[in-house]
DNA sequence: AATTGTGAACCTCTTCACAGCT
DNA sequence: AGCTGTGAAGAGGTTCACAATT
């Protein structure tokens, strides 16, 4: 298949959120003006997006907000349930566990990991934390497919060479450094020191143009 | 000044933790080849990024790492100390409270807001929790700059939009919404399960291509 | 009358390739 | 000899504009 841009991937996930709220709301029909303009976006942008996967909607009409939705969840893979594994308990990592958005996605962790003697072996929400010496056993008995890394930047790598070795193939990085994986590993930044930093650099630009 | 891309601006974030780290390592001249390398990029990429800026390299040579590192700094805005809120003292507020990375950056968390009524008045890490009804007076006294909203989805754009009321210019937004704001705010949006769905949709097209 | 789906035009970002400096 | 800085070329993503459809 054609290689679908990044930004045309992220773009359908907010997409599919903003059926969903749709939804909620008993809304029924909607046109791509209308998604463009929750979204702050163009129209264009989101029909072209959806033309790389097939033709949704009914000229003149619109999209249907459920179809529409149920054939993005396919694009997307959101029909099926993900095993995922977090490693590294520490503040980060905890607050993931609880976090329901993941859940209500289809992203389930089913394995939790981390190195320090004082947390193996205690448990957090019904699941026991492991030491990565048994990565792969662990690994092979939930059928973990994505892992979330939420140690310090020091140990990533090395944490996600364990997994990559026990064949997982995605990764949610929270460290703030470049892992190195095989090509057909993909890897997924979370860095919120960039966005910060980001937000430092506009609002000293600001103050400059004062 | 001339625009500058949002993807340098998040590079060049990256080059600064590179840089961090190869002061760390005692290291003192780094060309643009390394940074590259260090990060899955193109050396042309590297000094592209740092032409926008001016000329911090000496041809032959390369890049004196404390140099470029203060450079970078000041090119973001990191060698002033910054003013944070963070609204909505949930699972997500509180380990971010505790974030090392964003104190380490001079990003400081000076006020907590929350409007459960069991959190208001509490006190977390030093810092009083603030029903959102006084965030004008906060923001003021706290000499607030950046928000960090992590609140649910629902209320997120009505606690941005407080907030821009105050003067508050700046957002960090791990609310799964597209927030509107005025063109001379800007808000960067932190969303974990868009990242997580991208890895989906990469594990799906595997499946398929198998 | 309204709105989609899409080729073409446009714009922006990345990479190339080499002159210029150390 | 080695590496930067940068104009030009190339690649990729976004917007335009309109024919096709309901």
Known sequence: ????????????????????????????????????????????????????????GKRGLGYNTRDLRDQIANILGLSKKWNVALVGVGNIGRALIDYAEFKKQGFHIKALFDNDPKKVGQEIGGLKIHHMDSVCNVVKEEKIEIAIIAVPAKVAQSVV??????????????????????????VKNENMSIELEALSYFLTQNEKGD
Chains 1, 2 share one sequence.
Do not use: W
């Open 1 to 56: 298949m054609k290689k679908i841009s990044d930004s045309t991937i992220s773009r359908l996930s907010t997409y599919y959120r903003t059926l969903s709220h749709l939804i909620d709301q008993g809304i029924e029909t909607v046109s791509s003006e209308q998604i463009a303009e929750i979204n702050n976006i163009t129209s264009a942008q989101v029909r072209k997006d959806l033309s790389f996967f097939g033709s949704f």
């Open 161 to 186: 060479d364990s997994l990559v070795k026990c064949g997982v193939k995605a990764f949610l990085n929270f460290a703030p450094i470049t892992i190195k994986a095989p090509d057909d590993v993909m």
